[in-house]
């Protein structure tokens, strides 16, 4: 589901097995002004270095935890891969990662020095643009 952030607000704090987490309760707006609220948790306890803000329209799944816990919501990234399987994306972050990959294995196979320079990866990397939007 698609949703809009009407507020987020600090919760709680515990340990997991990958240090200390932080939780926040998420309240969301569908727009067919369906309201669902839950909890998120982040490795930071500071509203603002969350990557979504107040405001920001983001794609989310909601589960009612069907007990006295509180509802869980995970919210996605763009470019995380979304409900059908498919990639969301952001084709110029996947195509300079790979011309930047592409000018490591040429030096380091001892082929052609093609890149010379961050301009001929940026080069490389358009072309990979122009390939995969079209």
Do not use: C
């Amino acid at each position: 589901m698609k949703g809009k952030i009407l507020e987020i607000i600090y919760k709680d704090m515990w340990e997991g097995q990958y240090g200390t987490m932080y939780t926040f309760n998420i309240k969301l707006q569908t727009m067919n002004d369906l309201t669902f609220e839950g909890d998120v948790n982040a490795k930071t306890d500071v509203v603002n270095d969350l990557w979504y803000k107040v405001g920001d329209e983001v794609e989310f799944e909601h589960t009612e935890s069907g007990n006295e816990y509180p509802d869980k919501l995970k919210i996605k990234k763009e470019g995380q891969e979304n409900y059908s399987g498919k990639q969301k994306g952001n084709n110029r972050s996947f195509a300079l990662s790979y011309a930047k990959d592409l000018a490591v294995a040429r030096i380091n196979t001892g082929g052609d020095i093609v890149f010379g320079s961050t301009k001929d990866i940026l080069e490389q990397a358009e072309k990979f643009v122009q390939w995969l939007d079209s």
